[in-house]
């Protein structure tokens, strides 16, 4: 917001007075917040720092230690610099003592060899620093209207992004907490440049604290801010200043050229010289040259419409899914006319009438979440975002919500042919996720009346495709193996008959034997196709052991184990008694 003192130099009203440079060429980059005319040596006492200081010497101390203390007073108490016309109390030059002691203090020590009037030089900095300012509180004001714009519109982060960077003319970008990119907008870079191994790069930007939550690391030159609200962060929001790697002019608008060396002469002390006379160019990036004021509102406000942002989606989502779930439960225990769910559905834009329906869930197969905790609720809303993720990637719509603590349920109105759409719905949600994720689909229907069936047929399937691990990517009736379909008829009396007619009497041969047990030497037996070497090996029992105790099991039960259909009977009850006990 303030001007240099590199800057003050190069203005008119100064270069009247023929400026050289004696002393202090490090601070010329410091920032002058006002100029203040002094005739008092004690005059560091009221002062604040950042200081212009104009003199005409008259009543300085004669002697070298008061000159001394008068320079170290002002560096002490962080004026920007000195000037001293030349004329009335130094003639040729300052005091050698002075320009030693501005130089050893890095506080520019400028004189004015032709007589200068220092109002018109006060006049000239103090209308740069309010037009500055004002200029600050316009752009300050557009920031504030843009992203209060972006907000009621509910842009997409892409587009924030997009608009801090424009407004700003450096690149920005928005990463997660694992340092991936979430959207970024080069401002006009090479983007390949910006992004190329950006999570080890991100992760050496160090931002200490400067405004805020906010700060700025001078090594790297990104301004960074966290990305969250309620508590949580969940990314950063980073700007590169300057975009050119070099400290940008205090204002483009009214950019000047520096005062030629000539004019400043060569500077010197007790040794000859105290450095070079003709101001350079604009200084690398470092820590001397932080972020405007303007730049940290920027990125915060961003900062604030992508948080924003994000809750009003989250909330609005919520909500939608809360009314995606009454609907489907409506229909799953017609607790709503069919004709009220259509209508609700419809207010939703989910139009559910004259297109084919399709009931599917989808279920994490981890089963080692244990329902209704915190990690398995979690797991189960991101299920229910990857569901509508999908479904809108495939250009179909559907009620999507969860149907119970570990399942995902989604009444699909597919358009087009059944088949390709959910088989590409599938591929969608099981993008990344393919080993984890099962998903279950029931018989499409023409009718929303039928749909409850299309739902329960898709649930019933999810559950007997649990214990068919080898299965299809997309689980349908068709698909379900004999364990399912056992899975599926569990509650079924008749079933329940067969076990125990099948199974009963070595069931109580092994509940008055435990240690002694039967069905163990049964199973392995039958699932290693009756080959009985193997089937010994299997169980770490010798040739003789085993072939004894498979004659134990066939006197309790009275079949023949050589017999296809015998035990053809037996591994069927066997599955069937999995499913009754699972």
Same mark, same amino acid.
């Given at each position: 917001m303030f001007p240099t003192v590199r800057e003050v130099i190069a203005l008119d009203p100064v270069r009247v007075g $023929?400026? *050289?440079?004696?002393?202090?060429?490090?601070?010329?980059?410091?920032? @002058?917040?006002?100029?203040?005319?002094?005739?008092v040596p004690d005059i560091a006492t009221l002062l604040r720092g950042g200081e212009l200081v104009l003199t005409t010497g008259i009543g300085l101390p004669a002697d070298d230690a008061g000159v001394r203390a008068f320079v170290n007073d002002l560096a002490e108490v962080g004026v920007a610099g000195l000037v001293v016309e030349l004329g009335r109390r130094y003639t040729a030059s300052v005091p050698r003592v002075m320009a030693a002691a501005a130089q050893k203090a890095g506080m520019p020590l400028i004189e004015l060899r032709r007589p200068t009037p220092f109002v018109r030089i006060t006049e000239a900095v103090h209308s740069l620093i309010v037009d500055a300012q004002l200029a600050e509180l316009r752009a300050t004001e557009e920031i504030h209207q843009r +992203?209060?714009?972006?907000?009621?519109?509910?842009?997409?982060? $892409?587009? @924030?992004?997009?608009?801090?960077?424009?407004?700003?003319?450096?690149?920005?970008?928005?990463?997660?907490?694992?340092?991936? @990119?979430?959207? +970024?907008?080069?401002?006009?870079d090479r983007a390949e440049l910006l992004l190329d191994g950006w999570e080890q790069h991100s992760r050496r930007v160090k931002a200490p604290p400067t405004s805020g939550r906010t700060g700025y690391d001078p090594d790297t030159g990104w301004l960074v801010t966290p990305v969250g609200a309620r508590g949580q962060d969940w990314g950063r929001l980073l700007l590169r200043w300057p975009a050119s790697g070099t400290a940008q002019d205090f204002s483009a608008a009214r950019a000047v050229a520096l005062a030629e060396p000539g004019d400043l002469g060569e500077p010197a002390d007790d040794a000859g010289t105290v450095g070079s006379a003709a101001p350079s160019g604009p200084r690398a990036l470092g820590e001397e040259h932080p972020p405007p004021t303007r730049l940290v509102i920027l990125l915060e406000r961003a900062a604030s419409t992508l948080a924003l942002g994000r809750l009003i989606r989250r909330d609005a989502e919520g909500l939608e899914r809360q009314l995606h779930g009454t609907l489907l439960s409506a229909l799953l225990d017609h607790s709503l006319p069919v004709s009220e769910v259509a209508l609700r559905a419809a207010?939703?834009?989910?139009?559910?009438?004259?297109?084919?329906?399709v009931g599917v869930v989808v279920r994490h197969r981890d089963e080692s979440l244990v329902a209704g905790t915190e990690a398995a609720q979690a797991a189960l809303r991101d299920l229910a975002d990857a569901a509508s993720q999908a479904v809108r990637e495939t250009k179909q719509t559907a009620l999507i919500s969860a149907v119970d603590d570990r399942a995902v349920g989604a009444l699909l109105a597919v358009r087009g042919e059944e088949e390709p759409a959910l088989e590409s719905f599938a591929a969608a949600l099981r993008r990344g996720r393919a080993d984890t994720l099962l998903i279950a689909a029931g018989s499409g229907v023409d009718s929303l009346r039928e749909? *409850?069936? /299309?739902?329960?047929?898709?649930?019933?399937v999810a559950e007997a495709a649990r214990h068919d691990p080898a299965g299809p990517a997309l689980h349908r009736l068709p698909n379900v193996g004999l364990a399912g379909l056992l899975h599926l008829l569990r509650d079924e009396p008749r079933l329940q008959t067969f076990v125990e007619r099948q199974l009963g009497a070595l069931l109580a041969y092994d509940a008055e034997h435990p240690r002694d047990a039967l069905l163990p030497t049964l199973r392995v037996f039958l699932e290693q196709g009756r080959n009985k070497a193997a089937a010994a090996g299997a169980a770490h029992l010798s040739?003789?052991?085993?072939?004894?105790?498979? $004659? *134990?099991?066939?006197?309790?039960?009275?079949?023949?184990?050589? /017999?296809?259909?015998?035990?053809?009977?037996?591994? @069927?009850?066997?599955?069937?008694?999995?499913?009754? *006990?699972?």
């Open positions: $023929a400026p *050289r440079l004696v002393a202090g060429e490090s601070g010329l980059d410091r920032p @002058v917040r006002w100029v203040h005319s002094a005739e +992203f209060t714009e972006l907000s009621v519109e509910g842009a997409e982060p $892409a587009e @924030v992004v997009h608009q801090a960077a424009q407004l700003a003319g450096c690149p920005v970008v928005l990463e997660n907490l694992a340092r991936q @990119v979430l959207a +970024f907008d080069a401002a006009g207010a939703l834009g989910i139009q559910l009438e004259r297109r084919r329906l749909a *409850r069936r /299309s739902l329960v047929e898709a649930r019933q040739r003789p052991a085993f072939y004894e105790r498979l $004659a *134990r099991i066939e006197r309790i039960l009275g079949v023949d184990l050589d /017999s296809v259909q015998a035990c053809l009977s037996l591994h @069927v009850a066997l599955l069937a008694r999995d499913a009754l *006990r699972g």
